[in-house]
């Protein structure tokens, strides 16, 4: 039963924005949304993370909707290396509250 | 920052062989790690989570005496692939929850590439 909704894939140029969009109509109060990477044959790397503000860091910015049904990943700056597989995921907080992957969204930047 | 160290990064073993593979904290005391099975194109699949000192909680369809996991320090959880067959090939992804970080402080060791030939 996936909680998360993303595009299969997206392109974007080097140097452009990279903008990934992640649907999550059925999510609760107290769940946050998280957003990790995994480059190809490498472990995942955590991205960023929100409850309902708007969220920036030294690696991308989290826009989550007012009714947070759906967020939106924004790596300013896209470079060749952020290419990878993102993952959206929502979550409540707690001290082992596990991690569940979808599919993700394959993100390639091409030169 | 927190560093999970994963080995062997790759392994090749015979059909019918068991593989350990280890998953080190390197500065941080881990008293939770998870162990993630990923297939060629496909997402994470949590496998089990390794409680240090008590026995492995697995992922329902997961066989526990096939996939050994033992945490018995703070630093160290080991996942034992047993009598290994060539559909146990597979990228296996430990995790660690980074005390004092928050909700978000998992880490992840880099995978460890399993071929069962």
């Known amino acids: 039963d996936a909680k998360t909704t993303q595009p299969t894939s997206m392109d974007c140029a080097e140097g452009r924005a990279a903008n990934l969009p992640c649907n999550h109509s059925t999510i609760s109060g107290n769940e946050y949304v998280y957003w990790y990477r995994q480059i190809h044959s490498q472990g995942p790397q955590y991205i960023i993370h929100?409850?309902?503000n708007n969220e920036t860091n030294e690696m991308a910015s989290l826009i989550i909707t007012e009714d947070r049904k759906s967020s939106t990943l924004i790596l300013p700056h896209a470079t060749l290396r952020d290419t990878a597989v993102y993952y959206c995921?929502?979550?409540?907080?707690?001290?082992?509250?596990?991690?569940?992957f979808g599919k993700g969204i394959t993100l390639s930047v091409r030169p | 920052g927190a560093v999970v160290s994963q080995h062997p990064s790759r392994v090749i073993c015979k059909s019918g062989t068991s593989v350990k593979i280890e998953c080190r904290s390197l500065d941080f005391q881990a008293t939770t790690m998870f162990w993630y099975r990923q297939f060629p194109k496909q997402s994470l699949m949590l496998m089990a989570t390794s409680n240090e000192g008590s026995k492995a909680t697995y992922e329902q369809g997961v066989e526990k005496d096939k996939f050994l996991i033992n945490h018995a320090s703070l630093t160290l959880s080991t996942l034992t692939v047993t009598s290994a067959h060539p559909e146990d090939s597979s990228f296996y992804i430990c995790s660690a929850r980074v005390p004092g970080q928050g909700a978000h402080g998992y880490t992840f060791g880099s995978g460890t590439r399993l071929t069962v030939v």
């Open positions: 995921i929502v979550r409540v907080t707690g001290a082992n509250s596990k991690l569940t």
């Open positions: 929100g409850l309902k």
